[in-house]
Protein backbone atom coordinates (compact mmCIF):
# COMPACT_ATOMS: atom_id res chain seq x y z
CA UNK A 1 0.00 0.00 0.00
CA UNK A 2 3.00 2.56 0.71
CA UNK A 3 3.99 2.43 -3.12
CA UNK A 4 0.80 4.56 -3.56
CA UNK A 5 2.02 7.37 -1.98
CA UNK A 6 5.88 6.65 -2.86
CA UNK A 7 7.36 10.72 -3.61
CA UNK A 8 3.90 12.51 -3.02
CA UNK A 9 3.65 15.61 -1.15
CA UNK A 10 1.39 17.16 0.52
CA UNK A 11 -1.63 14.43 0.91
CA UNK A 12 -4.78 14.86 2.35
CA UNK A 13 -7.12 12.03 2.59
CA UNK A 14 -10.57 12.38 3.73
CA UNK A 15 -12.97 9.03 4.79
CA UNK A 16 -10.01 6.82 3.26
CA UNK A 17 -11.66 3.19 3.27
CA UNK A 18 -9.92 -0.35 2.41
CA UNK A 19 -11.91 -3.38 1.44
CA UNK A 20 -10.34 -6.43 1.53
CA UNK A 21 -12.15 -9.64 -0.04
CA UNK A 22 -15.49 -9.86 -0.56
CA UNK A 23 -18.37 -7.96 1.02
CA UNK A 24 -21.87 -7.91 0.79
CA UNK A 25 -22.42 -4.31 2.16
CA UNK A 26 -21.13 -2.44 -0.92
CA UNK A 27 -24.40 -4.16 -3.27
CA UNK A 28 -26.82 -3.60 -0.32
CA UNK A 29 -25.74 0.18 0.04
CA UNK A 30 -26.25 0.61 -3.71
CA UNK A 31 -29.44 -1.14 -3.15
CA UNK A 32 -30.86 1.24 -0.35
CA UNK A 33 -30.40 4.59 -1.83
CA UNK A 34 -33.06 3.04 -4.53
CA UNK A 35 -35.57 2.36 -1.82
CA UNK A 36 -38.42 4.55 -0.32
CA UNK A 37 -37.61 4.53 2.76
CA UNK A 38 -41.19 6.60 4.15
CA UNK A 39 -43.26 3.35 2.16
CA UNK A 40 -42.00 1.23 4.96
CA UNK A 41 -44.81 0.80 7.72
CA UNK A 42 -43.00 1.65 10.60
CA UNK A 43 -41.66 4.76 9.08
CA UNK A 44 -40.98 8.29 10.65
CA UNK A 45 -42.45 9.52 7.47
CA UNK A 46 -45.90 7.69 8.88
CA UNK A 47 -45.49 8.61 12.72
CA UNK A 48 -48.86 10.26 12.30
CA UNK A 49 -50.55 7.36 9.68
CA UNK A 50 -53.60 5.74 11.19
CA UNK A 51 -54.18 2.82 13.33
CA UNK A 52 -56.69 0.93 14.74
CA UNK A 53 -58.10 1.56 17.92
CA UNK A 54 -57.18 -0.79 20.24
CA UNK A 55 -60.37 -3.45 20.50
CA UNK A 56 -61.73 -2.39 17.20
CA UNK A 57 -61.30 -3.92 13.93
CA UNK A 58 -60.43 -7.25 15.85
CA UNK A 59 -62.44 -9.62 13.50
CA UNK A 60 -61.16 -8.32 10.27
CA UNK A 61 -57.50 -8.51 11.88
CA UNK A 62 -57.71 -11.78 12.80
CA UNK A 63 -59.45 -13.01 9.84
CA UNK A 64 -56.65 -11.54 7.81
CA UNK A 65 -53.34 -12.70 10.35
CA UNK A 66 -55.28 -16.11 10.07
CA UNK A 67 -55.33 -16.29 6.41
CA UNK A 68 -51.44 -15.44 6.58
CA UNK A 69 -50.47 -17.74 8.89
CA UNK A 70 -52.22 -20.65 6.85
CA UNK A 71 -50.02 -22.64 5.54
CA UNK A 72 -52.28 -24.31 2.60
CA UNK A 73 -50.23 -27.48 2.16
CA UNK A 74 -53.18 -29.51 0.54
CA UNK A 75 -53.48 -27.07 -2.24
CA UNK A 76 -51.10 -27.43 -5.28
CA UNK A 77 -51.55 -24.26 -6.20
CA UNK A 78 -52.06 -21.97 -2.92
CA UNK A 79 -53.67 -19.10 -3.49
CA UNK A 80 -50.65 -16.47 -2.32
CA UNK A 81 -52.71 -13.01 -3.27
CA UNK A 82 -55.79 -11.19 -1.57
CA UNK A 83 -57.24 -8.35 -2.68
CA UNK A 84 -58.79 -5.80 0.80
CA UNK A 85 -61.10 -2.85 -0.76
CA UNK A 86 -63.46 -0.71 1.02
CA UNK A 87 -64.49 3.45 0.03
CA UNK A 88 -62.52 6.21 1.15
CA UNK A 89 -62.47 6.53 4.84
CA UNK A 90 -63.35 2.87 5.87
CA UNK A 91 -60.45 2.30 7.64
CA UNK A 92 -58.19 0.33 4.85
CA UNK A 93 -54.90 2.16 5.76
CA UNK A 94 -55.71 1.79 9.78
CA UNK A 95 -55.96 -1.94 9.47
CA UNK A 96 -52.85 -2.89 7.41
CA UNK A 97 -50.74 -0.51 9.79
CA UNK A 98 -52.27 -2.56 12.85
CA UNK A 99 -51.62 -5.86 11.05
CA UNK A 100 -48.43 -4.70 9.59
CA UNK A 101 -47.35 -4.07 13.74
CA UNK A 102 -48.81 -7.34 15.06
CA UNK A 103 -47.12 -9.15 12.05
CA UNK A 104 -44.06 -7.98 12.61
CA UNK A 105 -44.02 -8.35 16.40
CA UNK A 106 -45.20 -11.84 15.89
CA UNK A 107 -41.87 -12.34 13.32
CA UNK A 108 -44.06 -13.19 10.26
CA UNK A 109 -44.02 -9.56 8.16
CA UNK A 110 -41.84 -10.01 5.04
CA UNK A 111 -42.16 -6.36 3.64
CA UNK A 112 -44.83 -3.14 3.53
CA UNK A 113 -45.18 -0.96 1.27
CA UNK A 114 -47.80 1.87 1.73
CA UNK A 115 -48.40 4.20 -1.00
CA UNK A 116 -49.35 8.02 -0.72
CA UNK A 117 -50.35 10.12 -3.42
CA UNK A 118 -50.22 13.41 -0.85
CA UNK A 119 -46.37 12.12 0.07
CA UNK A 120 -43.55 14.91 -0.77
CA UNK A 121 -41.25 11.65 -1.11
CA UNK A 122 -41.84 10.76 -4.94
CA UNK A 123 -40.88 7.37 -3.54
CA UNK A 124 -44.21 7.00 -2.33
CA UNK A 125 -46.22 8.02 -5.18
CA UNK A 126 -44.55 5.69 -7.47
CA UNK A 127 -43.49 2.73 -8.85
CA UNK A 128 -39.74 3.16 -9.05
CA UNK A 129 -38.71 2.32 -5.80
CA UNK A 130 -41.32 -0.55 -5.29
CA UNK A 131 -39.44 -3.55 -5.91
CA UNK A 132 -36.63 -2.39 -4.26
CA UNK A 133 -37.84 -0.97 -1.42
CA UNK A 134 -39.74 -5.11 -1.10
CA UNK A 135 -36.15 -6.76 -1.23
CA UNK A 136 -34.28 -4.38 1.00
CA UNK A 137 -36.85 -5.68 3.67
CA UNK A 138 -36.48 -9.43 2.61
CA UNK A 139 -32.52 -8.98 2.73
CA UNK A 140 -32.53 -8.01 6.35
CA UNK A 141 -34.67 -11.50 7.35
CA UNK A 142 -31.78 -14.10 6.95
CA UNK A 143 -28.18 -13.97 6.10
CA UNK A 144 -28.43 -15.92 3.54
CA UNK A 145 -30.92 -14.10 1.69
CA UNK A 146 -29.34 -11.43 2.31
CA UNK A 147 -26.00 -13.14 0.69
CA UNK A 148 -27.62 -14.65 -2.03
CA UNK A 149 -29.81 -11.01 -2.98
CA UNK A 150 -26.38 -9.33 -2.58
CA UNK A 151 -24.63 -11.81 -5.75
CA UNK A 152 -27.57 -10.66 -7.47
CA UNK A 153 -26.96 -7.11 -8.11
CA UNK A 154 -23.14 -7.95 -8.08
CA UNK A 155 -24.03 -10.06 -11.08
CA UNK A 156 -26.57 -7.30 -12.41
CA UNK A 157 -25.24 -3.83 -11.92
CA UNK A 158 -28.27 -2.58 -14.22
CA UNK A 159 -30.41 -4.09 -12.81
CA UNK A 160 -31.81 -0.99 -10.93
CA UNK A 161 -32.60 0.41 -14.84
CA UNK A 162 -34.80 -2.61 -15.82
CA UNK A 163 -38.36 -3.14 -15.58
CA UNK A 164 -40.20 -4.39 -12.55
CA UNK A 165 -40.76 -7.69 -13.51
CA UNK A 166 -37.26 -8.09 -14.39
CA UNK A 167 -36.20 -6.51 -10.99
CA UNK A 168 -38.57 -8.71 -9.45
CA UNK A 169 -36.92 -11.94 -10.76
CA UNK A 170 -32.91 -11.30 -10.72
CA UNK A 171 -33.81 -9.43 -6.83
CA UNK A 172 -36.41 -11.60 -5.23
CA UNK A 173 -37.53 -14.72 -6.83
CA UNK A 174 -33.60 -16.02 -7.94
CA UNK A 175 -32.25 -15.44 -4.42
CA UNK A 176 -35.49 -17.01 -3.11
CA UNK A 177 -34.75 -19.81 -4.91
CA UNK A 178 -31.20 -20.10 -3.91
CA UNK A 179 -31.86 -19.81 -0.11
CA UNK A 180 -34.45 -22.59 -0.79
CA UNK A 181 -31.88 -25.16 -2.58
CA UNK A 182 -29.07 -24.63 0.00
CA UNK A 183 -31.24 -24.06 3.28
CA UNK A 184 -31.29 -26.76 5.41
CA UNK A 185 -33.49 -24.72 8.08
CA UNK A 186 -36.91 -23.60 8.37
CA UNK A 187 -38.39 -21.77 5.50
CA UNK A 188 -39.23 -18.26 5.56
CA UNK A 189 -43.04 -17.48 5.64
CA UNK A 190 -45.17 -14.08 6.55
CA UNK A 191 -47.00 -11.46 4.61
CA UNK A 192 -45.84 -8.61 2.11
CA UNK A 193 -48.43 -6.20 2.85
CA UNK A 194 -48.95 -3.61 0.10
CA UNK A 195 -51.78 -0.43 0.81
CA UNK A 196 -53.06 2.14 -0.75
CA UNK A 197 -52.07 1.22 -4.48
CA UNK A 198 -54.59 2.80 -6.12
CA UNK A 199 -52.92 5.83 -5.08
CA UNK A 200 -50.23 5.02 -7.29
CA UNK A 201 -49.24 7.97 -9.89
CA UNK A 202 -47.82 7.01 -13.59
CA UNK A 203 -43.95 6.96 -14.03
CA UNK A 204 -43.72 9.38 -17.44
CA UNK A 205 -40.85 8.17 -19.94
CA UNK A 206 -41.30 10.67 -22.38
CA UNK A 207 -41.86 13.99 -23.30
CA UNK A 208 -45.85 14.16 -22.97
CA UNK A 209 -45.93 17.79 -23.89
CA UNK A 210 -44.47 16.87 -28.02
CA UNK A 211 -47.16 16.84 -30.29
CA UNK A 212 -47.76 15.33 -33.63
CA UNK A 213 -47.63 11.85 -35.29
CA UNK A 214 -44.86 10.87 -32.98
CA UNK A 215 -46.44 12.13 -29.78
CA UNK A 216 -46.28 9.17 -27.31
CA UNK A 217 -49.42 9.04 -25.32
CA UNK A 218 -49.24 9.58 -21.60
CA UNK A 219 -49.30 6.69 -19.12
CA UNK A 220 -52.36 6.42 -16.85
CA UNK A 221 -52.04 5.56 -13.36
CA UNK A 222 -53.93 2.57 -13.98
CA UNK A 223 -51.42 1.09 -16.09
CA UNK A 224 -48.40 1.38 -13.46
CA UNK A 225 -50.80 -0.23 -11.04
CA UNK A 226 -51.96 -3.15 -13.44
CA UNK A 227 -48.30 -3.45 -13.82
CA UNK A 228 -47.44 -3.79 -10.05
CA UNK A 229 -50.59 -6.41 -9.70
CA UNK A 230 -48.78 -8.44 -12.38
CA UNK A 231 -45.56 -8.75 -11.27
CA UNK A 232 -47.20 -9.45 -7.24
CA UNK A 233 -49.19 -12.04 -9.13
CA UNK A 234 -46.02 -13.61 -11.29
CA UNK A 235 -43.99 -13.50 -7.75
CA UNK A 236 -46.96 -15.72 -6.10
CA UNK A 237 -47.42 -18.03 -8.58
CA UNK A 238 -43.54 -19.06 -8.56
CA UNK A 239 -43.42 -22.27 -5.76
CA UNK A 240 -39.92 -20.68 -4.54
CA UNK A 241 -42.27 -17.68 -3.50
CA UNK A 242 -43.33 -18.30 0.37
CA UNK A 243 -44.86 -15.31 1.01
CA UNK A 244 -48.70 -14.14 1.20
CA UNK A 245 -49.79 -11.06 -0.51
CA UNK A 246 -52.02 -8.28 0.82
CA UNK A 247 -53.09 -5.93 -1.29
CA UNK A 248 -55.10 -3.02 -0.17
CA UNK A 249 -56.95 -0.64 -2.42
CA UNK A 250 -59.94 1.55 -2.95
CA UNK A 251 -62.34 -0.39 -5.41
CA UNK A 252 -61.15 0.87 -8.31
CA UNK A 253 -61.82 -0.33 -12.34
CA UNK A 254 -58.02 -1.82 -12.50
CA UNK A 255 -58.43 -3.81 -9.48
CA UNK A 256 -61.96 -4.65 -9.76
CA UNK A 257 -61.23 -6.33 -13.06
CA UNK A 258 -57.76 -7.96 -12.37
CA UNK A 259 -59.27 -9.20 -9.12
CA UNK A 260 -62.62 -10.44 -10.71
CA UNK A 261 -62.92 -14.13 -9.47
CA UNK A 262 -64.77 -14.95 -12.98
CA UNK A 263 -61.72 -14.32 -14.68
CA UNK A 264 -59.16 -15.52 -12.66
CA UNK A 265 -61.31 -18.28 -10.67
CA UNK A 266 -58.04 -20.12 -9.15
CA UNK A 267 -55.70 -17.00 -8.66
CA UNK A 268 -56.39 -15.02 -5.77
CA UNK A 269 -57.69 -15.58 -2.51
CA UNK A 270 -61.29 -14.72 -1.56
CA UNK A 271 -61.60 -10.39 -1.58
CA UNK A 272 -62.27 -8.71 2.12
CA UNK A 273 -64.68 -5.96 1.47
CA UNK A 274 -64.59 -3.93 4.65
CA UNK A 275 -68.08 -2.16 3.76
CA UNK A 276 -69.84 -5.47 2.68
CA UNK A 277 -68.19 -8.15 4.54
CA UNK A 278 -68.34 -6.82 7.97
CA UNK A 279 -70.46 -4.78 10.33
CA UNK A 280 -68.46 -1.61 11.61
CA UNK A 281 -71.09 -0.25 13.35
CA UNK A 282 -70.05 -2.15 16.99
CA UNK A 283 -66.29 -0.85 16.66
CA UNK A 284 -67.22 2.71 15.71
CA UNK A 285 -69.19 3.01 18.68
CA UNK A 286 -67.03 1.51 20.92
CA UNK A 287 -64.54 4.28 19.27
CA UNK A 288 -67.26 7.13 20.16
CA UNK A 289 -67.51 5.73 23.35
CA UNK A 290 -63.72 5.85 24.51
CA UNK A 291 -63.21 9.20 23.17
CA UNK A 292 -66.37 11.10 24.35
CA UNK A 293 -64.89 9.61 27.60
CA UNK A 294 -61.52 11.23 27.09
CA UNK A 295 -62.96 14.68 25.71
CA UNK A 296 -65.57 15.03 29.22
CA UNK A 297 -62.88 14.23 31.20
CA UNK A 298 -60.45 17.10 29.94
CA UNK A 299 -63.27 20.01 29.72
CA UNK A 300 -64.83 18.66 33.08
CA UNK A 301 -68.21 17.69 31.28
CA UNK A 302 -71.41 16.46 33.34
CA UNK A 303 -71.62 12.38 33.45
CA UNK A 304 -74.46 12.92 31.08
CA UNK A 305 -72.51 14.40 28.10
CA UNK A 306 -73.20 13.11 25.79
CA UNK A 307 -76.77 12.88 26.03
CA UNK A 308 -78.35 9.34 25.47
CA UNK A 309 -78.90 8.32 21.65
CA UNK A 310 -76.46 10.71 20.35
CA UNK A 311 -73.65 8.12 19.92
CA UNK A 312 -76.14 5.87 18.26
CA UNK A 313 -76.77 8.47 16.03
CA UNK A 314 -73.66 9.44 15.12
CA UNK A 315 -72.50 5.97 14.31
CA UNK A 316 -76.07 5.88 11.95
CA UNK A 317 -74.59 8.66 10.19
CA UNK A 318 -70.83 7.51 9.51
CA UNK A 319 -72.50 4.83 7.58
CA UNK A 320 -69.67 2.55 8.06
CA UNK A 321 -66.84 5.24 7.62
CA UNK A 322 -64.56 5.29 10.35
CA UNK A 323 -63.51 8.41 8.81
CA UNK A 324 -66.31 10.40 9.82
CA UNK A 325 -66.24 9.47 13.37
CA UNK A 326 -62.89 10.07 13.86
CA UNK A 327 -63.56 13.84 11.94
CA UNK A 328 -65.99 14.36 14.20
CA UNK A 329 -63.86 13.82 17.31
CA UNK A 330 -61.29 15.95 15.72
CA UNK A 331 -63.75 18.82 15.54
CA UNK A 332 -64.75 18.75 19.43
CA UNK A 333 -61.62 18.17 20.11
CA UNK A 334 -59.48 20.98 18.38
CA UNK A 335 -61.71 23.87 17.89
CA UNK A 336 -61.14 25.91 21.17
CA UNK A 337 -63.63 28.96 20.30
CA UNK A 338 -67.18 26.79 20.91
CA UNK A 339 -67.43 24.16 23.71
CA UNK A 340 -67.54 20.75 22.28
CA UNK A 341 -71.44 20.62 23.65
CA UNK A 342 -72.07 23.48 21.06
CA UNK A 343 -69.83 21.79 18.18
CA UNK A 344 -71.87 18.54 18.68
CA UNK A 345 -75.20 20.06 18.62
CA UNK A 346 -74.19 21.72 15.16
CA UNK A 347 -73.16 18.33 13.62
CA UNK A 348 -76.50 16.64 15.42
CA UNK A 349 -78.57 19.22 13.03
CA UNK A 350 -77.15 18.50 10.03
CA UNK A 351 -78.66 14.94 10.62
CA UNK A 352 -82.05 16.15 9.83
CA UNK A 353 -80.77 17.72 5.97
CA UNK A 354 -79.48 14.41 4.14
CA UNK A 355 -80.55 11.71 2.60
CA UNK A 356 -79.92 7.91 2.19
CA UNK A 357 -76.32 8.53 0.32
CA UNK A 358 -73.53 6.67 2.37
CA UNK A 359 -70.68 9.85 1.91
CA UNK A 360 -73.74 12.82 2.51
CA UNK A 361 -73.04 12.82 6.15
CA UNK A 362 -69.28 12.78 5.51
CA UNK A 363 -69.84 16.19 2.67
CA UNK A 364 -72.12 17.79 5.09
CA UNK A 365 -69.75 17.25 8.15
CA UNK A 366 -66.40 18.62 6.00
CA UNK A 367 -68.75 21.51 4.60
CA UNK A 368 -69.90 22.72 7.84
CA UNK A 369 -65.84 22.62 8.98
CA UNK A 370 -64.85 24.35 5.55
CA UNK A 371 -67.58 27.10 6.21
CA UNK A 372 -66.90 27.89 9.45
CA UNK A 373 -63.85 29.25 7.98
CA UNK A 374 -64.48 33.34 7.50
CA UNK A 375 -63.67 33.34 4.01
CA UNK A 376 -64.74 29.69 3.13
CA UNK A 377 -63.61 29.78 -0.75
CA UNK A 378 -60.18 31.23 -0.29
CA UNK A 379 -59.34 28.84 2.53
CA UNK A 380 -60.51 25.96 -0.26
CA UNK A 381 -58.15 27.47 -2.73
CA UNK A 382 -55.25 27.62 0.13
CA UNK A 383 -56.37 24.37 0.81
CA UNK A 384 -55.90 23.09 -3.06
CA UNK A 385 -52.92 24.71 -3.50
CA UNK A 386 -51.15 23.26 -0.52
CA UNK A 387 -51.63 19.98 -2.18
CA UNK A 388 -50.50 21.04 -5.83
CA UNK A 389 -47.42 22.41 -4.28
CA UNK A 390 -46.25 19.73 -1.69
CA UNK A 391 -44.07 18.17 -3.93
CA UNK A 392 -42.25 20.71 -3.96
CA UNK A 393 -39.12 19.89 -2.07
CA UNK A 394 -38.77 23.22 -0.43
CA UNK A 395 -42.53 23.11 -0.05
CA UNK A 396 -42.14 23.63 4.01
CA UNK A 397 -45.29 25.49 5.73
CA UNK A 398 -43.00 28.51 6.15
CA UNK A 399 -42.51 29.03 2.29
CA UNK A 400 -46.08 28.23 1.35
CA UNK A 401 -47.39 30.77 3.97
CA UNK A 402 -45.31 33.06 2.72
CA UNK A 403 -46.21 32.90 -1.14
CA UNK A 404 -49.83 32.76 -0.34
CA UNK A 405 -50.39 35.75 1.58
CA UNK A 406 -51.70 39.09 -0.13
CA UNK A 407 -49.91 40.85 2.83
CA UNK A 408 -46.03 39.67 3.36
CA UNK A 409 -46.22 40.87 6.68
CA UNK A 410 -49.59 39.74 7.92
CA UNK A 411 -51.12 36.16 8.96
CA UNK A 412 -53.42 35.15 6.21
CA UNK A 413 -52.91 31.30 6.67
CA UNK A 414 -54.09 31.62 10.78
CA UNK A 415 -56.98 33.58 9.25
CA UNK A 416 -58.08 31.46 6.96
CA UNK A 417 -56.68 27.71 8.58
CA UNK A 418 -57.05 28.51 12.24
CA UNK A 419 -60.55 26.67 12.57
CA UNK A 420 -59.75 23.97 10.01
CA UNK A 421 -57.61 22.19 12.39
CA UNK A 422 -59.74 19.00 12.11
CA UNK A 423 -59.16 18.66 8.71
CA UNK A 424 -55.29 19.91 8.20
CA UNK A 425 -52.55 19.67 10.14
CA UNK A 426 -50.80 22.96 10.83
CA UNK A 427 -47.22 22.81 12.62
CA UNK A 428 -46.90 25.46 15.14
CA UNK A 429 -44.93 28.68 14.32
CA UNK A 430 -41.79 27.23 15.77
CA UNK A 431 -41.40 24.18 13.40
CA UNK A 432 -42.96 25.49 10.31
CA UNK A 433 -39.63 26.65 8.74
CA UNK A 434 -39.11 22.67 8.32
CA UNK A 435 -42.23 21.12 8.53
CA UNK A 436 -44.93 20.40 6.19
CA UNK A 437 -48.81 21.00 6.41
CA UNK A 438 -50.28 17.53 6.52
CA UNK A 439 -54.00 16.58 5.51
CA UNK A 440 -55.81 13.79 7.49
CA UNK A 441 -57.41 12.10 5.21
CA UNK A 442 -57.53 12.18 1.31
CA UNK A 443 -61.54 11.76 1.34
CA UNK A 444 -61.19 15.77 1.71
CA UNK A 445 -59.42 16.50 -1.88
CA UNK A 446 -62.23 13.48 -3.28
CA UNK A 447 -64.73 16.07 -1.67
CA UNK A 448 -63.29 19.42 -3.26
CA UNK A 449 -62.42 17.99 -6.67
CA UNK A 450 -66.25 16.56 -7.14
CA UNK A 451 -68.19 19.56 -8.15
CA UNK A 452 -71.81 17.61 -6.59
CA UNK A 453 -70.49 16.95 -3.76
CA UNK A 454 -69.14 20.01 -2.57
CA UNK A 455 -71.29 22.67 -4.37
CA UNK A 456 -70.51 25.88 -3.91
CA UNK A 457 -66.77 24.87 -2.81
CA UNK A 458 -65.95 23.54 -6.40
CA UNK A 459 -63.20 25.23 -8.00
CA UNK A 460 -61.83 24.09 -11.76
CA UNK A 461 -58.77 23.09 -12.00
CA UNK A 462 -57.17 25.76 -14.20
CA UNK A 463 -58.57 28.09 -11.18
CA UNK A 464 -55.70 26.32 -8.53
CA UNK A 465 -53.15 26.91 -11.04
CA UNK A 466 -53.69 30.41 -11.62
CA UNK A 467 -54.17 31.26 -8.25
CA UNK A 468 -50.59 29.86 -7.54
CA UNK A 469 -49.33 31.71 -10.71
CA UNK A 470 -50.89 35.09 -9.14
CA UNK A 471 -49.00 34.44 -6.16
CA UNK A 472 -45.83 33.68 -7.70
CA UNK A 473 -45.74 36.38 -10.04
CA UNK A 474 -46.71 38.82 -6.88
CA UNK A 475 -43.82 37.32 -5.08
CA UNK A 476 -41.34 38.12 -7.94
CA UNK A 477 -42.62 41.78 -8.26
CA UNK A 478 -42.24 42.39 -4.33
CA UNK A 479 -38.59 40.40 -4.91
CA UNK A 480 -37.52 43.46 -7.38
CA UNK A 481 -37.59 45.54 -4.22
CA UNK A 482 -33.86 46.35 -3.17
CA UNK A 483 -35.47 47.29 0.02
CA UNK A 484 -36.65 43.92 0.69
CA UNK A 485 -34.90 40.27 1.05
CA UNK A 486 -36.60 36.67 0.93
CA UNK A 487 -34.92 34.11 2.90
CA UNK A 488 -32.69 31.78 0.94
CA UNK A 489 -35.31 28.68 1.65
CA UNK A 490 -38.23 30.70 -0.19
CA UNK A 491 -35.90 31.57 -2.75
CA UNK A 492 -34.87 27.99 -3.71
CA UNK A 493 -38.68 27.25 -3.31
CA UNK A 494 -39.47 30.20 -5.77
CA UNK A 495 -37.14 29.15 -8.53
CA UNK A 496 -38.56 25.66 -8.04
CA UNK A 497 -42.22 26.11 -8.17
CA UNK A 498 -43.26 26.87 -12.06
CA UNK A 499 -42.08 22.60 -12.54
CA UNK A 500 -45.13 22.22 -9.94
CA UNK A 501 -47.91 23.97 -11.90
CA UNK A 502 -48.76 24.41 -15.54
CA UNK A 503 -47.38 27.95 -16.34
CA UNK A 504 -49.28 28.49 -19.67
CA UNK A 505 -52.74 27.23 -17.87
CA UNK A 506 -52.17 29.75 -15.05
CA UNK A 507 -50.68 32.89 -16.81
CA UNK A 508 -53.60 32.27 -19.60
CA UNK A 509 -56.44 32.87 -16.60
CA UNK A 510 -54.43 35.60 -14.66
CA UNK A 511 -55.54 39.33 -14.48
CA UNK A 512 -51.73 39.64 -12.51
CA UNK A 513 -48.88 40.10 -15.21
CA UNK A 514 -45.37 39.98 -14.59
CA UNK A 515 -43.31 42.90 -15.18
CA UNK A 516 -40.08 42.91 -17.41
CA UNK A 517 -38.26 43.62 -14.02
CA UNK A 518 -39.84 40.81 -12.05
CA UNK A 519 -39.03 38.52 -14.86
CA UNK A 520 -35.73 39.13 -15.39
CA UNK A 521 -35.40 38.84 -11.01
CA UNK A 522 -36.85 35.15 -11.77
CA UNK A 523 -34.55 34.41 -14.44
CA UNK A 524 -31.55 35.48 -12.20
CA UNK A 525 -32.50 33.80 -9.47
CA UNK A 526 -33.18 30.54 -10.95
CA UNK A 527 -29.86 30.35 -12.67
CA UNK A 528 -28.06 31.26 -8.96
CA UNK A 529 -29.87 28.45 -7.42
CA UNK A 530 -28.57 26.16 -10.26
CA UNK A 531 -32.44 25.84 -12.03
CA UNK A 532 -30.62 26.38 -15.42
CA UNK A 533 -31.78 22.92 -16.46
CA UNK A 534 -35.00 23.98 -15.52
CA UNK A 535 -35.13 27.21 -17.41
CA UNK A 536 -34.34 24.96 -20.80
CA UNK A 537 -36.90 22.36 -19.85
CA UNK A 538 -39.42 25.87 -19.61
CA UNK A 539 -38.42 27.41 -22.74
CA UNK A 540 -38.23 23.93 -25.25
CA UNK A 541 -42.05 23.09 -23.55
CA UNK A 542 -42.91 27.04 -24.64
CA UNK A 543 -41.26 26.67 -28.03
CA UNK A 544 -43.40 23.32 -28.81
CA UNK A 545 -46.78 25.09 -27.40
CA UNK A 546 -45.85 28.08 -30.25
CA UNK A 547 -45.08 25.41 -33.05
CA UNK A 548 -48.02 23.11 -32.37
CA UNK A 549 -50.43 26.62 -32.37
CA UNK A 550 -48.72 27.60 -35.50
CA UNK A 551 -49.40 24.55 -37.27
CA UNK A 552 -53.13 24.39 -35.96
CA UNK A 553 -53.97 27.70 -37.46
CA UNK A 554 -52.58 26.96 -40.75
CA UNK A 555 -54.98 26.15 -43.45
Known amino acids: MSRIFERAQDVHIDNFQVFSGHSSAIPLEKLEVRIAAGAIHDSAERCDA ?67 SWSASIGRRRKTAFVTTITHQLALHREDLQTAISTAIEKSPGIFEKNLIVQMEILVLAPLREVARQSDGPGLRGAIIIDGLDECEAEQYHDTTSTGPRATPERTNAQDQLEILQVLQAASSDPSFPF ?33 DYNADKDITLFLEVRFNVIRRRYNLPSSWPSPGTIETLVENASGQFIYAATVIRVLDTDHQESPNALLEAILKMGAKVNSNPLKQLDMLYSHILESSPDPLLSVRWIRAIELLGFSRESCTFNINMLLRMDPEGNDAEHLLGNLHSLIQIPPPSNQETTRYNFYHKSLFDFLYHPDRCGKLHLDYDQDHMFVWDRLVRACIRGCDTQFAYPESFLEFLTDLPRHIIVSVGSANSTVLPTPASADWWVSSAIAHKRDEFLWSMFRNAHNSVRAASIFSQP
Not at 58 to 83: C, F, H, T
Not at 261 to 267: G, I
Open 244 to 276: RILIASRPERVFREFFDPERNPTLFAQKLDLNE
Open 50 to 116: PKCHPETRVAVQDDLYGWILDVDEQSENPRKMKWVTGPAGSGKTAVMGSLADRCAANGVLGATFFFA
